[in-house]
């Protein structure tokens, strides 16, 4: 397109329509280079005065100065007041003349982001669905094709006009703050990046869920407090966020401790108004709510990939469990010895244990238990030690599940098992 046929199509625009700068020259927004749309409608304006009018022949094209004048441009109202001809400029019918109260909504959005510590941000928005039909109307019907939209113009623009104020850096990806201005009841909304945070945690009682709900003989109960309601609400705290989601790379039974150095887990925090958050700090807050029952270490920030990843390491790494189990009948000290040698790398078969057959399908895994210690603890009791592979179904390999898990030390040792006392010690640390 020519420059005199960007003239000749805003000629005829401006006579039927009232346009701001901005969105005049958005018609024409990509025509140029490091021009805003201020400028470029502003140019054209300059330029269709200048044939409307001129100092040797006067007035030559009266409608286009009213046109012009009615739009909000000084040197055309300049123009009609030098002859004593009245005009009412009106609001521009695409915008209704936001664009002049951008300074000050980005003021009202700078002053609640300063609640938020966050050094990148991007700006959305949701315009009014006439604002979009009726540019979209003027592409058509002038046949326009080196348009912009009015949201890329108004996000640009408002957030110069924030990053000027805040100082703060826009980004194109994950930025830390996310505005979203509303302009169907001019309101916005600021949420933060998710925080992830790793780290290893200890359950030192009995008794304690990994999380309030959970399911016993079928029902759904809820708890008074659990690993995650201990380990969230202090980071919930730390960094003023809305809430907070707890991942844990698998679980152990409610009755059984997890000892040693931890199981991993990844904390995602979420829309925190504090980013840089101590984690010695955290790990002391957390340890000191934790009241004796879990403790954490080794808290580090990550990124959100962790959280699939600990999930899907929880079913390969390696774990040592420590189990006392009461028997029914005395245990025989030669046959704990037999019992070390057969389950030495040994692929045991075991199909979905009854006791959570409800909630999970039922399936044969084979998993591989690598080494077993036994200890006598008295005529009946026995202490066994076992390391294993992630995903075994331990107090189902000491009891065997009415034979759905095979071999299990109770068949092996033809005696039934009357208690098991679990505790895990030890998992494998790989990320
Ligand atoms: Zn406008």
Known sequence: MRNENI???????????????????????????????????????TLLLMNAYSVNQGIKDEELIYALARSGFEPAINILKKFNKDVKIEKCEICNDIFDKLEEIAKDIALRASEYE???FQIGCHAPLEIIRKEENIWTFHNLENAESFKNEFTRELGKIFSSITNKEYSQHSPDLLIVVDLTNNSFEISSKSIYLYGRYRKL???????????????????????????????????????AKF???????????????????????KNPKIRSINLLEAEKEINKHGQGLIE???????????????????????????????????????????LEKFFKNIVIIQRTPTRVLHRRSDKIRRKTVYEVKAKRLNDNVVEFQ????GGLYIKELIHGDEGRTKPSFSDFLNNKVSEILLDVVDIQEIV
């Open 247 to 269: 991942h844990a790379s698998g679980r152990e039974d409610i009755d059984v401790r997890m000892l040693g150095n931890g199981r991993p887990f990844v904390v995602e925090i």
């Open 118 to 120: 966050y050094n990148t």
């Open 296 to 338: 954490v270490s080794s808290l580090k920030f990550v990124d959100k990939s962790y959280v699939s990843k600990i999930k899907a390491l929880s079913e390969i790494s390696r774990k040592v469990y420590v189990a006392v189990v009461k028997f029914s009948k005395n245990i025989d000290e030669n046959k704990l010895v037999e």
């Open 205 to 243: 009682v009995r008794g304690l869920p990994q999380n309030p709900w959970i399911y016993e003989k079928d029902e759904r109960i809820k708890y008074d407090t659990s690993i995650e309601e201990l380990i969230t609400k202090p980071l919930i705290s730390l960094a003023k966020a809305s809430g």
């Open 386 to 389: 076992i390391e294993c592979q």
């Open 7 to 45: 003239v000749a199509q805003a000629d005829i625009i401006i006579k039927s329509r009232i346009l701001c700068d901005h969105c005049l020259g958005r018609l024409f927004g990509l025509l140029g280079y490091s021009l805003d749309n201020r400028e470029r409608g502003r140019a054209i304006k």
